[in-house]
């Protein structure tokens, strides 16, 4: 007698075992490192935590952005970001004083147990930074305040990250578009200079 196999239908009762789900991975890159330091980061983070009338949004975002990193003694020394972190302790608002202080004694532990173990540091060249000293100059003369002044340097830094950290072509249109607003705009001069208007939206809004 010949033998027949039947094949019925899979019952909702014994569904297919699903496979394991891919495992995603993420590739991390050199500045995502926590010992990576970009120097000019650090410097705009100072910028913005220094500057007066920064929303607090503004100030959590550059601790954040701080505590992600632990820069070596040197550039501690050089930029003087431990002593603005340390200021912020003092923070009138809890939540800013209370990260201010976690990235201050992470910092401490950190040099204290590795002092001979250097972090890598990415500066920007001399050429570059003149040319952007020439940018701050010019920003100056359109807000009608001193040379150096921090609002300055804070306008022209987050256009510097804008421009992903390149003397390029859009760096330099939107410097010009800057300085013009400010130049010919006196209610956005006006509004830059006492905070309603802040520096990130300011800058953002001429990104071509």
Same mark, same amino acid.
């Given at each position: 007698?010949?033998?027949?196999?039947?094949?019925?239908? %899979?019952? +909702? @009762?014994?569904?297919? %075992?699903?496979?394991?789900?891919?495992?995603?991975?993420?590739?991390? #890159?050199?500045?995502?490192?926590?010992?990576?330091?970009? !120097?000019?980061?650090?410097? %705009?983070? *100072?910028?913005?935590?220094?500057?007066?009338?920064?929303?607090?949004?503004? $100030?959590?975002? =550059?601790?954040?952005?701080?505590?992600?990193?632990? +820069?070596?003694?040197?550039?501690?020394?050089? /930029?003087?970001?431990?002593?603005?972190?340390?200021?912020?302790?003092?923070?009138?608002?809890?939540?800013?004083?209370?990260?201010?202080?976690?990235?201050?004694?992470?910092?401490? #532990?950190?040099?204290?147990?590795?002092?001979?173990?250097?972090?890598?540091?990415?500066?920007?060249?001399? *050429?570059?930074?003149?040319?952007?000293?020439?940018?701050?100059?010019?920003?100056? @003369?359109?807000?009608?305040? @001193?040379?150096? &002044? +921090?609002? =300055?340097?804070?306008?022209?830094?987050?256009?510097?990250?804008?421009?992903?950290?390149?003397?390029?072509? +859009?760096? %330099?249109?939107?410097?010009r578009a800057?300085?013009f607003s $400010?130049?010919?705009?006196?209610?956005?001069?006006?509004? !830059?200079?006492?905070? /309603?208007? /802040?520096?990130?939206?300011? !800058? *953002?809004? &001429?990104? *071509?």
């Open positions: 007698m010949d033998r027949f196999v039947v094949r019925t239908a %899979r019952g +909702p @009762e014994s569904p297919r %075992r699903a496979g394991p789900a891919p495992r995603a991975y993420r590739q991390a #890159t050199l500045e995502s490192l926590k010992a990576v330091v970009v !120097v000019e980061d650090i410097k %705009r983070w *100072k910028s913005m935590l220094e500057l007066p009338g920064q929303p607090k949004e503004n $100030l959590i975002e =550059a601790l954040e952005e701080l505590k992600k990193k632990i +820069p070596s003694k040197e550039v501690l020394l050089s /930029t003087k970001i431990g002593h603005t972190v340390s200021k912020m302790r003092r923070h009138s608002d809890h939540e800013v004083a209370g990260l201010a202080k976690e990235i201050y004694t992470e910092w401490r #532990t950190f040099i204290k147990d590795h002092s001979n173990k250097p972090s890598i540091e990415v500066r920007s060249d001399p *050429k570059t930074e003149a040319f952007r000293k020439n940018a701050r100059k010019l920003l100056c @003369e359109a807000l009608d305040l @001193e040379i150096d &002044h +921090p609002l =300055a340097e804070n306008i022209e830094r987050e256009a510097f990250h804008l421009s992903s950290r390149l003397i390029s072509a +859009p760096y %330099r249109r939107m410097v800057l300085v $400010l130049k010919h705009k006196p209610e956005t001069q006006a509004e !830059v200079k006492a905070g /309603t208007l /802040t520096v990130p939206a300011f !800058v *953002k809004s &001429h990104k *071509k």
